[in-house]
């Protein structure tokens, strides 16, 4: 009971103590979550349907992407492909939630027989990238894939080289083969978009009318320009209505950022130049000494490598083969400068001949001389080529192989060096043992079509760039610059007293992944989307090819929603619409109940101009060259007047009012076919439904980028 008494007397201590011990507990625990949810946070890319997309799964996605699309396109910038591979996975994404809601599959099935057909745009481009050809048709060839899949495993073995040749074209051809199942789901999406588009035959006949029926019109005008702005009036109020009246066109689906800048290029100076071009005539010299051209291109740091194979013109950029032709073989020719790529380049052909631009092949891969011998002789004596290939574990299937395909490579072995000179020069039949630094490799040439001019070039080709001492004055000018202006205003003001340009950026998004006109800019975006406004960054190296430096001043935020009424491009608009309107009431004023252009013309003869537009349909907008301005409201009061009368209302139009005459109407020979217009007018009304179907299931999609904090 004293213990009970002594608790009692103390409780309110007591439940201090213990509040603070759950207290401790609770905070603790909440710690852990918040560090938790913090790094779950920090891993996650982005989100798409409330659907949270981990750094790990997109990084895969994105290396599959980018891999896949440069075998296609192996020039394509890569900034830009990292863009196309995020549209890509959103739109994917928002396709199969609304596929899936509606039942709507592909199945395998569908996706075979569009392969059958083999005229799929994505097919055709499997078919120009793999060689996957029928030599008939032109179209892809779906016999040669199936041949290369089912013996994919026993062909990768054959050799290291084939191994990470076979692999690499699996891959893409699964990549491909995805992205066909993909588009297919797109397509019936809007083929059910495009179901619920119907026309009749009442808007089929307004359609062929719209188009058949032409008039020539007498037009007296008053261009807006003819009233001075500063005798408009415009207050906050009217623009303020009119922001309320276009609101809808200020709607942004996500946040936006503004900056200005300076981009200043590191370019050579004359001592670099100077340098470079020594460098390139030893080059030169050494091509005339005959030292060997795989070893000139590789010490002379060529921007280019030296196959060793003869391709075609299409190998190289324009400044290169257009030289070609009028080289002799032997000859060398350089340093020449190029204005194209602004390099210094030396050229040696070293040789020239009419080879066949497809050729048809097949191989078997065995280990030994004596194995290969063997191989040799029964090839050689008639026997069945697969036949004796599936004894060694091959297909020894027939391939198409085009120029294409090798001759924009970044890099060739000796062996395969050897194998493509000899599938070039072998002829149809011939059979050969090509020794190899891990077996020897049995060939024959089946096939040889297309017969085009291939070169034999080596070029060395090296970028007119900036010296280490060159770069450095660069940077250091521009940082003493920075140092001593830190902020927008003063950056703005004395930027170009010290021979700097401040550029704006007004519609920076995490969207686009980079800042549109600044090369290599990732780190930069990450910047501007955590900075506060009114900051300035520091120096960045940016660029294509790490050759120019930026600061940047973050000058507004907008966030998601609508744009505000002060942003300076909104103000701008807002400001021009409400000026028309304006002026267009006054010249409406001054318009108003005339009977004839004679009239129009005395209602102001200072403003009021003629001139006359023949061939006006109500299919397009009616093109007023006075004014420099399409006037589709022009083209819809054209039809509504009857011909020979005036038009007695005032035309309100984009550059202009108007006020006409018709004086000729006439219907183009063509005869109404109900059927044809009802399905034309059908597909004009999807494709306006598609593009805002498409846009408002974005931005019901709630996708949120965060892209610019990895990548």
Known sequence: MAALGKIRSRGTFLIIIIGLGLFGFIAGDMFRSCETTGRMRSTRVGEVLGEKIGIEDYQNYLNE????????????????????????????????????????????????????????????????????????????????YNEFINNYNTNRNTSPQAAEYYEKVYKYLAFKVKQLRQQLLAQKYQALLASASLSNPVEAKFLFDAEKQESDIELAYVDYKAINDKDVQVSESDLKSKYEEKKEMFKIPEEIRSIKYILVKKEASQADRTALYKAMEKCAQQFKDGVEPEKVVREGRSNIAYLGVPVTKNAFTSDISTRLDSMSVGAVMGPVESKFDNTYNVIKLIGKNMLPDS???????????????????????????????????????????????????????????????????LATNEVKIIPMAQGNLILQVTDRKAMVQKYD??????????????????????????????????????????????????????????????????????????????????????????????????????PKGYMAMDNEDVKNYLQQEVLRDKKAEKIIAKLQGVKSIAD????????????????????????????????????????????????????????????????????????????????????????????????????????????????
């Open 65 to 144: 992407f980018v891999e896949c699309t440069k075998i296609g396109a192996p020039q394509a910038d890569e900034d830009q492909i990292r863009n196309m591979a995020w549209q890509n996975y959103v739109q994917s994404k928002i396709i199969e939630n609304e596929a899936d809601k509606l039942g709507l599959a592909v199945t395998t099935e569908e996706v075979k027989n569009v392969m059958v057909q083999g005229t799929n745009q994505v097919l055709m481009e499997v078919a120009n990238v793999t060689g996957m050809v029928n030599q008939q048709t032109g179209r892809f060839d779906i016999n040669m």
């Open 359 to 425: 050729i048809q092949y097949r191989t078997i891969a065995v280990d030994t001389k004596v194995k290969a011998d063997s191989v040799f002789n029964a090839v050689k004596a008639g026997g069945d080529f697969e036949a004796i290939a599936k004894k060694y574990g091959q297909g020894g299937e027939k391939v198409w192989l085009t120029t294409s395909q090798y001759e924009r490579a970044s890099n060739m072995t000796k062996d395969n060096q050897t194998i493509f000179n000899d599938i070039n020069t």
């Open 457 to 558: 070039v080596a070029v060395v080709k090296r970028d007119i760039t900036f010296s280490d001492e060159t770069s450095h004055a660069i940077s250091d000018k521009f940082k003493q610059f920075v140092a001593g202006h830190q902020t927008i205003d003063a950056i703005t003001k004395d930027a170009a007293k010290a021979g700097y340009q401040v550029l704006d950026a007004k519609n920076v998004l995490t969207s686009q992944g980079q800042i549109q006109g600044i090369g290599n800019s990732r780190d930069a975006l990450k910047w501007v989307f955590e900075a506060k406004k009114g900051d300035v960054s520091e120096v960045m190296t940016v660029g294509a090819n790490r050759d120019e430096i930026l600061v940047m001043g973050l000058t507004d935020i907008y």
């Open 600 to 711: 129009a013309v005395k209602a102001d003869n200072k403003i009021v101009k003629t001139d006359s537009i023949n061939q006006i349909t109500l299919a397009a907008p009616t093109f007023v060259g006075a004014v420099q301005s399409q006037e589709p409201a022009l083209s819809g009061a054209v039809a509504a007047t009857p011909k020979g009368q005036f038009c007695t209302h005032p035309v309100k139009g984009y550059g202009g009012v108007y006020v006409f005459k018709v004086n000729d109407r006439r219907t183009l020979d063509g005869k109404f076919d109900a059927k044809d217009y009802e399905a034309r007018a059908a597909q004009q009304n999807m494709q306006s439904i598609s593009r805002s179907a498409f846009q408002e299931l974005f931005l019901n999609a709630d996708v949120k980028d965060n892209r610019y904090l990895f990548f």
